[in-house]
Every structure is written in C-alpha cells, then in structure tokens.
T-cell receptor, first 116, second 112 residues
Framework: SAVISQKPSRDICQRGTSLTIQCQVD?????MFWYRQQPGQSLTLIAT?????????ESGFVIDKFPISRPNLTFSTLTVSNMSPEDSSIYLC?????????????FGPGTRLTVT | GQNIDQPTEMTATEGAIVQINCTYQ??????LFWYQQHAGEAPTFLSY????GLEEKGRFSSFLSRSKGYSYLLLKELQMKDSASYLC?????????????FGSGTRLQVQP
C-alpha cells in the first residue's frame, strides 16, 4: 500500500496567519483527498485534488480559505488561510489505490493544528 | 445527502465478541468501509463491503445488507489493543466522487 507522509506533524499558530500542509506519497496516485477531523469528531471531507485540474471543494469549504495545490502525482499541499481558533483540527491527506474490485483509501499520519 | 449512524461508545471485555452497528441512508450506494483509529493516529483500513453478506478477515468480520442500509463490524477474541474508535464510511455514486462520507465513529473500550 502507498506510504503517505505529511509535514508538519503538528503546529501551533496565531490567529490571522496561514499554514501550508504538505502531503507526499511514495507512488503515483490519481486522486488525493483532504479531510479534517475536529476534536472528538469524525472525518469531514474538505476537497478532492486531482493532478492537472482544480480541486473540488465540499459544501462549507471554499478555495479562498483552503487553497490546494496538486503539482504532480505524488504531492499536494493544503493551506489553511487566515486562521481562527475554529480551524484547530487534525488535517489528513488521503489517497486511493485500486484493488481488484474497489478503491481502497489510505490516510497520512495527519497534521495537528492548534490556533491560538 | 447521506446520513450515517453508529453508537457513540461501547464497552466490552477482553476475550469477548463485540458487534458495532452502522446504519446509513444514501442513494447510489457504492461501498461501505470500516476503519480503525487509535487515539492520536490516522485511520487504518479494516474492511470493505459492496455486496450483501459477510466478509471475514481474521478476528474481524463485516456484514452488509444493502436493502436495510445496515452494516456491522464484528470483533472476536477481543484484545486490549482493540480499544480504539471504529469508523463506518460510505461511498456513493451520486456524489460524483470517490471520497468517503464518515459516520461519527464508535469508541470501543476493552476492559480486562
């Protein structure tokens, strides 16, 4: 299965600043996903990022707040812009790999963000 | 939209069997996944069901009934290390994407 790494693993940021999270995969993948997991809650999809096209955002998430880059098939970044304490969360990168009859999703280790 | 329900918390005893239920409402169903997530870690894939029936994988089994919008994860011979959150997730054709919609998760506590 694909090995996914994220940088930074955690950060503490001041409100009003921005943080860019990097996601690196050890193999080429077509589809990458960015999820958010707020404290004590489950995962919520932010956007889907395909190489060579604009990211597709879910309801409640906008490009100005969460700009995403996908320059190649092994890398993506998510920026959390103009942060507020409500953005404190774990941000997870995910990729899918094809199995015989379905696509399996793997998750990176996550970036734990605290906004003060 | 999609709606996924699972119990918030469960407690079981080491060596026992526990069943974690998940009900969902979605159109264009395209598969149900179970993930395990230990505190502070990323979710790890456990199982996938797209057809009705039981899928067995070692101590873990997952069942699906599409007509009832129902799945369960069965954990046998529970071990202390099975204490974790278990996330039910559904993929739907209608969303036009292959990402997953997750339930709120079930926090399982295994006691000695």
């Amino acid at each position: 299965s694909a090995v996914i790494s994220q940088k930074p693993s955690r950060d503490i940021c001041q409100r009003g600043t921005s943080l860019t999270i990097q996601c690196q995969v050890d193999s080429q993948v077509t589809m990458m996903f960015w999820y958010r997991q707020q404290p004590g809650q489950s995962l919520t999809l932010i956007a889907t990022a395909n190489q060579g096209s604009e990211a597709t955002y879910e309801s409640g998430f906008v490009i100005d707040k969460f700009p995403i880059s996908r320059p190649n098939l092994t890398f993506s970044t998510l920026t959390v812009s103009n942060m507020s304490p409500e953005d404190s969360s774990i941000y997870l990168c995910s990729v899918e790999e094809s199995r015989d009859t379905y696509y399996e999703q793997y998750f990176g280790p996550g970036t734990r963000l605290t906004v003060t | 939209g999609q709606n996924i329900d699972q119990p918030t918390e469960m407690t079981a005893t080491e060596g026992a069997i526990v069943q974690i239920n998940c009900t969902y409402q979605t159109s264009g169903f395209n598969g149900l996944f179970w993930y395990q997530q230990h505190a502070g870690e990323a979710p790890t894939f456990l199982s996938y069901n797209v057809l009705d029936g039981l899928e067995e994988k070692g101590r873990f089994s997952s069942f699906l009934s599409r007509s009832k919008g129902y799945s369960y994860l069965l954990l046998k011979e529970l071990q202390m290390k099975d204490s974790a959150s278990y996330l039910c997730a559904v993929r739907s054709y209608n969303t036009g994407r292959r990402a997953l919609t997750f339930g709120s998760g079930t926090r399982l506590q295994v006691q000695p």
